[in-house]
């Protein structure tokens, strides 16, 4: 647990809500002063509410030169990043797993996370990857990479999480070489993962990450089904904006067209039984697809991960990918903790207690972007039987507001300085009659 220890001593709120991927802003200052003066001789009154004032603390930037994990090639020299996992810390996974380590629970400990894509082999750290694309090995290490020493920097979000890897493709889109991504394809390994599941080979405590989106087909929503009624957390990208050249959903390359809304073309995000998942990274129109079928949001980008060569790297680019992934991490911490609940409830847990609002969904971010802290301690409020199997999302409750201890000195100080406003505007008001009256 030295790496709990190790977080989870810097000094930070573990609840402040995030919109973005970047870390949360420090409390916001405020300073109240009040002078009035009562005439001519009087005493001037001073009324003034302090807060703390606490300067944001700036993100960490990347080295310039941190190996780029879209980029790690097996023959890639670079085999370490500087600095700090900027998505961990934005998404509060320090503090979480610390509670965690308080309660003598690893990080994911019970959890199984089944990555269905191109192939995890060297997440754990074993060396070289044997893989031709990394895109899977990327995102388990996300998951539950071990951290890198020397200079230390903390990677997976849940390393106690046991993590397997489903390949159904090994090369790109576009890609003259290999296997590319397929509906069917996806379908077959989504069965195969429920017949793991439902013979029992696969513990309760499942999640099913798929970090890339394919086109809908009928077995593939079969498949869908199937593996949902099973009881395991189906956690899906929301999809990202597709290259031209790629040749896969062709109309929703380039720009965002206005009204776009992708919900019912992504799968198996489109499926509202799984967890749809976006970027909350500024910018991120450009990089993703806009949905209504997103439910919550990570990042999507600044995670550390492993590379192909055996190293670490830096996640640079902006994805639902990698927020997937951040998901899934986030939703094994849960579950971990909360080891009596079904798939349906974690599910709960992560959109009630997501950053957002009671006014309903983003179509980039959902309901808000995921609380490690919230979703651990808070009990969500679905009014629903952990039986239920309908995992439909409902608008997320409004964030929990933090306690401020000094409103009402503030509150005081802004009713004394209206007061003392007034009385100076009427003396102000009134000095060119008291005047002549004195002559």
Not at 80 to 86: R, T
Request: net charge negative; proline share 6%.
């Amino acid at each position: 647990m030295g790496r709990a220890v190790q977080a989870r001593a810097r000094a930070v709120d573990p609840r402040g809500a995030l919109s973005t991927g970047h870390p949360r802003p420090g409390t916001h200052g405020v300073l109240v002063r009040v002078i009035g003066w009562a005439g001519r001789g009087a005493s001037a009154l001073l009324l003034a509410a302090l807060t703390l004032v606490a300067v944001p603390a700036a993100p960490s930037a990347a080295a310039a030169d941190d190996p780029d994990c879209d980029n790690v090639q097996t023959e890639t020299e670079e085999r370490k990043v500087e600095g700090v996992n900027d998505a961990n810390d934005a998404l509060h996974v320090g503090e979480a797993t610390a509670l965690l380590a308080r309660r003598g629970i690893g990080p994911g400990e019970g959890v199984r996370i089944v990555v269905v894509d191109s192939g995890i082999t060297g997440h754990d750290g074993s060396g070289p990857s044997t893989l031709d694309y990394a895109h899977g090995l990327t995102a388990a290490g996300i998951i539950a990479g071990p951290d890198q020493d020397d200079p230390g920097v903390e990677v997976g979000i849940a390393p106690a999480a046991t993590v397997e890897g489903r390949t159904f493709y090994t090369h790109p889109r576009g890609s003259d070489d290999g296997v590319t991504p397929t509906s069917d394809g996806l379908a077959t390994a989504l069965r195969g993962v429920a017949d793991d599941r439902s013979a029992g080979r696969l513990p309760p405590r499942t999640i099913v990450l798929v970090p890339i989106e394919v086109a809908h087909s009928t077995a593939l929503e079969s498949a869908v089904d199937r593996l949902v009624r099973t009881g395991v957390l189906v956690v899906a990208a929301g999809g990202d904006r597709p290259a031209p050249e790629s040749g896969f959903l062709p109309s929703y390359s380039g720009e965002a067209e206005p009204g776009e809304d992708a919900a019912r073309d992504v799968w198996p995000a489109a499926d509202d039984r799984t967890l749809a998942v976006g970027a909350s990274t500024d910018g991120a129109l450009g990089s993703v697809l806009r949905s209504s079928a997103i439910d919550v949001a990570a990042p999507g980008t600044g995670a550390v991960s492993r590379g192909l060569n055996g190293g670490w790297c830096r996640v640079t680019s902006v994805s639902s990918h990698w927020a997937a992934a951040q998901v899934a991490g986030i939703a094994a911490l849960v579950w971990s903790a909360n080891g009596d609940e079904s798939a349906t409830r974690i599910r709960a847990r992560l959109v009630t207690t997501a950053s957002g609002n009671t006014l309903g969904a983003s179509p980039l971010v959902g309901h808000g972007v995921v609380q490690a802290l919230e979703a651990l301690e808070r009990v969500p409020s679905t009014g629903r039987s952990d039986r239920d199997e309908d995992t439909t999302a409902r608008p997320a409750d409004a964030p929990r507001a933090r306690a401020d201890v000094l409103a009402p000195t503030r509150e005081r100080a802004i009713w004394w300085g209206l007061g003392g406003g007034g009385a100076l505007a009427v003396l102000l008001i009134l000095r060119p009659v008291l005047a002549r009256r004195r002559r």
